[in-house]
């Protein structure tokens, strides 16, 4: 009997499902995830796991099971500028400053250029660009799945490879990255067009014989001015370095081929050794697509175990390898092999609305038809720079003997959830401190309905921390309600939004004790403006 080869849109969906649930499964071990637990289990379903944090100050953070890191937040992001169009300046613009004030576990490389971006300026162009042109990591290639859903019904490789380079260079600009993203991205596209079985090995062989296609050099007609900058700027000759890690590349692929004909006798611990996955190079870009591609040839039959070997190897970088192994599983088995439980990854069902807005003719009119069903549904929006979203939690952390963490949970339009932080002093501190952008939501279009932006990137302006004008107790103010003036805020349109009881006397509080601006509180406590100003009136 021939096995079923599952449809493109049944493999899009399963790549993006499996890089999520690699992704939360790997993330507890990794060693940058600060994970309290020293020797973290080995075993096949999502934890519940606490995390040690010291942004916006320092305290525990709990991790549900199934909840995923940057690696799945960065996919969803490439996504939604796809959907929203003009990807390129919506994910700088837009996308990538908003991450900061949400993002899980990023790496250095990735955090910098984003900071860059909020400031107004692509890292390369900066004049700090040294360490971006030496940064080879793989925070490039865990994103880049969704620029091969998008064209999957408009096959062109030599385009594809063009916009994964562009994804790759406003963060990345060390080949190792760039090569990494290229090379994964061709992997996936070879799978997602595979309409016969694949034999054992043939993934390997295809991208040995597509070199020329993901390891061509960077065409100057097109990257011409980054190139400028690059012989500029790195401290190695650019040209000889990219040759260098592609012929590397090669090699390793040689070695890769040749190792899986030993089948049964294959020893994972050996082979991720000899992939650099243990090594000071583990986070490198071409170390985790090398190694995605071996394991997801191996385990082609087993695409379960397949991602459990990353996730547990102790050592590596589990969450983004075992991310990236599970999007090329996934792109070739499909959905139907996903355990039950692993379909408890958080946002299950964004992940497949994302992927049939990714594989829509008309993106963004499709994405605007998903939002205006949902408004419909309820009226607790609010604005973002990437869409409106709702508060559906909120939760307080101890900070020490000093105050609390305040973690609000999100939801976005087409239903990401995202955690915001703020911190609070305690009262007795006579201050609040609210670090750097942590809870801005300013009011932006929806991603289904945002132009793309016309103009350069503008510098962004700085903002200071919030600083409690204390007001004396000679002049203690009072907020003064009666049964007239209650009846009249309860018929307001502004006062219908759900705001509990807790969340009005915190407000009320700070009305009593300082002198900020309606809107300053309005971000400060996620709620609309026009809210505070009806409250505001009453305090006398």
Known sequence: MSATIPTQIEKCKGAMLATAIG???????????????????????????????????????????GEYSDDTQMTLSVARSIIAGGWEKFLAEHELPFWLKYERGGGGALLKAAKSCAKGVLLWRSNNNRDYFNAGGNGAAMRILPHVISAAKTPDI??????????????????????G?????????????????LEYGELVSAVIDGQLDWGAFPNPDVFGSWLDAANRHCDFEYAREWETVRTRMMR??????????????????NILTQLECFSKASGAGDVAALTSIYLASRYANNPSLGIKVPAFSFGADTD???????????????TNWVPTEWKAVQDYDCLIQITELLLSDTKKAAAKAEVSEAKEQGSAWRGSPIGIMRLIDTK????GKNGIVIIRKW??????????????????????RLPEGQMLLQTQPTVAE??????????????APIQKQTISKERQRQFILTPATINDLLEKPEFKNDITAGEAFKVIRTLIETNHASAVIASQFGLDKAMVDLMKMYVK
């Open 23 to 65: 992704d939360a499964l790997g993330w507890p071990n990794e060693a940058r995830s600060k994970n309290k637990a020293k020797t973290p289990k080995i075993n096949g379903y999502f934890v519940e796991w606490t995390r040690s944090c010291s942004s916006p100050r320092y305290h525990d953070e709990k991790i549900l099971p």
């Open 158 to 179: 030599t385009v594809l490879m063009v916009d994964i380079i562009k994804d790759t260079l406003i963060t990345h600009g060390h080949p190792r990255a760039i090569l």
């Open 181 to 197: 993203a290229t090379c994964y991205a061709y992997a996936l596209d070879y799978l997602l067009r595979k309409e016969t079985v």
């Open 252 to 269: 390793q692929l040689d070695f890769i081929s040749t190792s899986l004909k030993k089948g049964l006798m294959l020893d994972d611990t």
């Open 320 to 334: 983004t390898i075992a991310s990236i192994t599970g999007g090329l599983l996934g792109m070739l088995s499909g």
């Open 396 to 399: 307080d952390t101890p900070n």
């Open 411 to 432: 939801q976005t339009m087409l239903g990401q959830t995202i955690y915001m932080k703020e911190a609070q002093l305690f009262e007795s501190k006579r201050k609040y």
């Open 450 to 463: 945002a132009k793309p932006p016309q103009a350069k990137i503008q510098q962004a302006p700085a903002s």
